[in-house]
């Protein structure tokens, strides 16, 4: 995995996804960060070893414009640090090619396996 992997994904804008408390219907912040994240970890998971997988640690957006319920969006990701299993990305939104949202976001990789582990032990 390198620095400046970058990554395009379209999503279809649905009513899961709305800011439930407007009258009109349109992309909420919260789904935003969620597609941007999904993103993230889309664009390097080919890269991933057997029983790996990438969990969010930090993101700061900016959520600059609505979009209406039934567009679509588009969102680019870039690799711009990587700092052993520490990854960091730079990502932005785009509606009808307006930026709509930007920031950065951190993942780091782990193992699935000790992980579902630690968690079962602090269960526990």
């Known amino acids: 995995m390198e620095v400046g992997l970058k990554g395009e994904f379209k999503y279809l804008i649905d009513e899961k996804m709305d800011a439930r408390h407007l009258k009109v219907k349109v992309l909420s912040t919260p789904s935003l960060v969620s597609l941007m994240e999904i993103s993230c970890h889309r664009s390097i998971e080919k890269y991933l070893g057997e029983g790996e997988t990438t969990v969010g640690t930090y993101i ?30 730079k990502v932005a939104a785009y509606w009808r090619g307006k930026l709509i949202g930007s920031g950065e976001h951190h993942r780091f990789i782990i193992n699935e396996e000790s992980f579902a582990k630690k968690i079962k032990e602090e269960v526990s």
């Open 60 to 89: 700061c957006i900016h959520h600059r414009a609505p979009t209406p319920v039934g567009e679509n969006v588009r969102i680019n990701t870039k690799l711009v640090k990587v700092e052993g299993r520490k990854l960091v990305f």
